[in-house]
């Protein structure tokens, strides 16, 4: 027999150190039981609704990791607003451009003077 608490112990240890007619300890015995019986549905209730409450939240705390997980991953877009690759492109052109004119015979005045005469600005 499971114990709930102290003073019902203390109520069955009284039954049997009292001396009484046999009628009398089965009347005390039943009340007793009883009186057992309903504390341990209250109790038993109680743990059952704990116990929902605790898988209720343990369910919304899964749902809530779930949803995190499921959510994809996003990676920042960022654009370089380095001009330095950009300068070094232009430059090794123009050094190209330079150096395979001036192996066909053009100097580097009569290229400009062409441009010039084209209406391009040089400075820009």
């Given amino acids: 027999m ?4 102290e003073d019902l112990q203390k109520e069955y240890i009284k039954i049997y150190h009292t001396s009484m ?4 300890f089965k009347q005390k015995w ?3 039981q009883a009186k057992h019986d309903a504390r341990f549905g209250e109790i038993a209730e109680q743990s059952k609704k704990d116990i929902q409450q605790e ?3 343990a369910q919304e705390q899964y749902n809530t990791q779930k949803e995190q997980e499921t959510k994809t991953f996003k990676p920042i877009q960022a654009e370089s607003k ?3 690759y950009k300068d ?3 430059t090794n052109f ?8 001036q192996e066909n015979g053009m100097d580097i ?3 400009l003077e062409m441009l010039n005469k084209q209406g391009l600005d040089i400075k820009a």
């Fill in 88 to 90: 070094e492109v232009k």
């Fill in 2 to 5: 499971h114990w709930i608490d």
């Fill in 109 to 111: 005045l009569e290229i």
């Fill in 30 to 32: 039943l009340e007793l």
């Fill in 94 to 101: 123009w050094e190209n451009f330079l150096k395979v004119q």
């Fill in 82 to 84: 380095s001009e330095t």
């Fill in 55 to 57: 898988m209720q939240i």
């Fill in 21 to 24: 007619s046999i009628e009398e």
